[in-house]
């Protein structure tokens, strides 16, 4: 899936040596993936590549935040994400992309694409289990209310006149 031109690199004319790339990335970045995870992101990616004459380096290194609901309260928080993606990029015959840290592009090509690892590294770098910062606090309460319950069970079973009655013959003795 083509995301812009803006992450389009034309490795053909650039020099021997490293490169260094900045890109800003938000929500409407992941609207082109269709995905929707998260209500908005502010996340800083850093890339070096590095021109070698037989293959490219590319280095990524990511830092940011991502909007998303907290799995226990439900309420929405910024939750800091970062990380990083090494990708090697070598010339052959043909396309193949089966390895993740290995790129193989045809020699005739003098472009690279980078809006897909772009997205898989960020995308990876967001845990399964969302825990926002007032969790603890709502697990607390929710502890704390059931205790309650609890207790306003119990006095409820003690008021109850019949149960009363039939302690009282047994202190009566």
């Known amino acids: 899936m083509k995301v812009t031109n803006d992450y389009l690199i034309p490795y053909v004319g650039l020099k021997l040596g490293k490169h260094q790339f ?9 609207d082109y993936f269709e995905y929707d995870e998260f209500e908005s992101s ?7 590549l590095d021109k070698q004459s037989s293959m490219l ?4 290194k990511h830092k940011g935040t991502v909007n998303v609901l907290c799995d226990v309260t439900g309420e ?3 939750m800091p994400v970062k990380g990083k993606l090494k990708l090697i990029v070598r010339f052959g015959d043909e396309y193949n992309d089966d390895n993740e840290e290995l790129l193989i592009l045809p020699y ?3 472009q690279i694409d980078i809006a897909q690892y772009i997205y898989e590294m960020i995308a990876l770098s967001i845990p399964l289990k969302r825990v926002g ?3 603890e606090e709502f697990e607390l309460e929710e502890l704390n ?5 609890e ?5 409820e079973e003690e008021i109850d006149p019949r149960w009363a009655a039939l302690k009282k013959l047994l202190t009566d003795k």
Do not use: C, R
């Open 22 to 30: 900045e890109y800003q990335i938000s929500k409407s970045f992941f």
């Open 42 to 48: 502010d996340i800083k990616v850093s890339l070096v």
């Open 57 to 60: 380096e590319l280095n990524f």
């Open 76 to 78: 929405p928080f910024d």
């Open 108 to 110: 005739g090509e003098h």
């Open 133 to 135: 910062p007032n969790a």
């Open 145 to 149: 209310d059931i205790e309650v319950k």
């Open 151 to 155: 207790e306003q069970e119990i006095k």
